[in-house]
């Protein structure tokens, strides 16, 4: 099975659990094997612009593959962009203008992990094998926002990151995955062309668009299932809600 997809990380590391509580870092290695292993059956990674070429007529092709990477850590740069070009696949990071160079919102201070400056995003965007699309000025929780807060929000943080890359920034990444029902038309109007989500939410609509979460929990099989569309109609099966129950072991995605 090689349905199309578009995989969501957060950033690449290693940490114990006690300094990654929400399972964002991913060891390098293993991103480096999962990426082989999709090559191995016979995907192609492109670009999110070039994947939502294939919209429009309806569902992808089969074998397609985009990867985007959300919030904007340091390791964007100094990890996951040498990796990248070493695996030729390319990658839309989305990240936040109003947080730049701040520490990580969702990693503990021990940890020390930081967003990237402006200096550190105009590197990043100098790479061929990137795109930056937005991921709202601070991390807003857009699932309550009115078609006119979802707008502003979209808005200001597209020009804000066009302003600083001196380039059209035509995504856009709902944090938490979350987004109200103003939200699609609301992107629409901000000028993007696509807007992605994730955690079994949306589906092939350009502003809607499924992501499979991967993060520092996902094992082979855990892995192999969401690259084959199968995560999450196993989790909300009868069996595996009883698992779930039982030991919790296909996780919802945490989606940050």
């Known amino acids: 099975m090689r349905p199309p997809l578009v995989l969501a990380y957060h950033g690449l590391g290693r940490y114990p659990r006690e300094l990654d509580p929400s399972n964002l870092m991913l060891d390098p290695d293993r991103f480096r094997a999962q990426m082989r292993t999709m090559r191995r059956r016979g995907y192609r990674f492109i670009a999110l612009s070039e994947f939502v070429a294939h919209l429009d007529p309806g569902e992808p092709p089969d074998g397609l593959c985009a990867l985007t990477f959300d919030d904007g850590s340091v390791d964007n740069l100094e990890v ?3 990796l990248l070009a070493e695996l030729d696949a390319p990658a839309t990071m989305f990240v936040c203008p109003g947080l730049l160079g701040a520490a ?4 503990p201070p021990a940890a020390r992990v930081r967003l990237m400056d402006g200096d550190q995003l105009r590197e990043l965007a100098r790479s061929p094998m990137v795109e930056i699309g937005s991921h709202t000025n601070t991390h807003a929780d857009l699932s309550g926002a009115t078609a006119e ?3 502003r929000e979209m808005a200001s943080s597209k020009l804000a990151l066009e302003e600083l890359l001196q380039r059209p920034v035509h995504s856009f990444a709902y944090p938490k995955c979350a987004y ?5 038309a609301a992107a629409r109007r901000a000028g993007y062309e696509v807007a992605v989500t994730c955690a079994g939410r949306g589906g092939w609509r350009r502003l809607e668009l499924a992501r499979e979460s991967i993060d520092s929990l ?3 099989i855990s892995f192999a299932l969401k690259s084959r569309g199968l995560f999450f109609p196993l989790r909300e099966s009868r069996a595996g809600r009883l698992l779930r129950r039982a030991a919790r072991p296909l996780r919802h995605p945490t989606g940050e």
């Open 149 to 151: 807060d979802a707008y």
């Open 218 to 220: 996902d094992r082979r």
């Open 104 to 107: 990580h919102f969702a990693m």
């Open 80 to 82: 996951v962009a040498p």
């Open 180 to 184: 109200s029902p103003s939200c699609p």
